[in-house]
């Protein structure tokens, strides 16, 4: 089974590379690490940081250093955070991968910019009403697409083995802004519609699979307006018979935008001797609103990529289980667990879900997160892996 750590480049700046993967090699005894290459804003504590304990992470920053002539003349173009100054961490630990015999993954947030979105709204998804959610890309934007396929071209000049593609979809209304307010009760149904992407690109998709486009959206307008006004109007609907059966047609045209973009992404990655994985931290039936056809993604990308992070090996079982009820097999899974008390409560514990993974054929485990994590969890991973 295959083994890696996620990570932020921060965290080999700040600890120096001899720390940083001794740690890695030493304490988790992983045979990887993946490596954040651009992120979205977020503030963290970082319990074995020499430096700081707290940090604040930049709206969409890159922690490489993109080629300019590989940018040249686009408006979305990946930005350095200022925390790396002149230096090129993707390019140090490429070199000290390689040196210690380990893979070196690129984590990549692909839609989820908030430094893009607010910088050219025209590139945000757009709601029913045309307000536009300016901490995201569209995936059906045709910029959008050549932004995600220049990063994956950039990032294979370090080496990498495999593209860790996080949010490659749309996102829902609640996806996480700093002072983010619903003062009224919403509803599951007014928030889930108020997520759904309306821009040009998308209307004009759903239009070419011959979605009446313009009936949906007047239809999902119509239902937020009735479900805003009424306070007794925050229960849950089924959306698949609005507008006549066109919205969740409408909906299926997201999907079938989001999956080609998984395509492209995964030929120009093979182009390159790359791997992609798509990570779907939401699990089977809870991303049909963000674009996610997971039996087609899966016949797409070289791999379906989740979160294990659960109390017991039972549960993790349950996870997986039900990846495969939606034709994801286990051969075909990475599983990223949580060696931290949250899920953990000693090696054993830890160690009985690799087990379990790897009774259900999972090729590939990672772990969450370097940075995150005390000393003692890394130490943890080690025990567990070597048990």
Same mark, same amino acid.
């Given at each position: ?45 970082? +319990?074995? %940081? /020499? ?5 604040? &992470?930049?709206?969409? $920053?890159?922690?490489? !250093?993109?080629?300019?002539? @590989? ?67 569209? +995936?059906? %934007? /045709? ?5 995600? &396929?220049?990063?994956? $071209?950039?990032?294979? !000049?370090?080496?990498?083995? @495999? ?225």
């Amino acid at each position: 089974m295959e083994s890696s750590v996620l990570a932020f480049a921060t965290d080999l700046l700040d600890e120096g590379a001899d720390t940083f993967f001794g740690n890695l090699t030493d304490r988790a005894g992983v045979g990887g690490v993946t490596l954040a290459s651009v992120y979205h804003e977020a503030r963290d504590v970082f +319990p074995h %940081n /020499p430096r700081r304990v707290v940090r604040y &992470l930049e709206p969409g $920053a890159a922690y490489f !250093r993109p080629d300019p002539a @590989a940018w040249q003349g686009r408006r979305l173009a990946p930005l350095p955070s200022t925390a790396i100054g002149d230096r090129d961490p993707f390019a140090e630990a490429a070199e000290e991968a390689r040196r210690r015999g380990l893979k070196l993954h690129a984590w990549t947030v692909f839609c989820h910019n908030d430094r893009l979105g607010f910088a050219h709204p025209d590139c945000s998804p757009a709601n029913a009403f045309g307000d536009r959610h300016l901490t995201e890309l569209c +995936p059906a %934007n /045709p910029e959008v697409r050549e932004y995600a &396929l220049t990063l994956v $071209a950039e990032l294979a !000049r370090y080496g990498v083995d @495999a593209i860790r593609a996080e949010s490659l979809h749309f996102h829902g209304l609640r996806h996480g802004y700093h002072h983010e307010r619903y003062f009224e009760e919403l509803g599951p149904t007014a928030e889930a519609l108020l997520g759904v992407c309306f821009c040009p690109h998308c209307r004009a998709a759903a239009t070419g699979t011959g979605v009446p486009a313009e009936e949906v959206a007047e239809a999902v307008r119509t239902e937020l307006r009735r479900r805003l006004a009424d306070e007794s109007a925050a229960e849950p609907a089924d959306l698949s018979a609005l507008a006549d059966g066109a919205f969740a047609a409408y909906v299926d045209a997201s999907a079938a935008t989001v999956t080609s973009l998984a395509a492209e992404l995964s030929e120009q990655a093979r182009r390159h001797g790359m791997r992609v994985s798509f990570m779907d931290d939401g699990g089977p039936g809870t991303g049909w609103l963000s674009g996610i056809d997971l039996p087609a993604l899966a016949r797409t990308a070289d791999q379906i990529e989740t979160l294990g992070y659960a109390k017991t090996p039972e549960a993790v079982r349950e996870k997986i289980a039900a990846f495969a009820l939606h034709g994801v097999r286990p051969q075909s899974m990475a599983v990223i667990l949580r060696p931290m008390s949250s899920d953990c409560d000693g090696p054993e514990n830890l160690a009985a879900k690799i087990t379990t993974l790897r009774e259900l054929g999972v090729p590939e485990v990672e772990f969450y997160h370097y940075g995150l994590m005390r000393l003692s969890s890394l130490d943890r991973i080690g025990a567990a892996l070597s048990g």
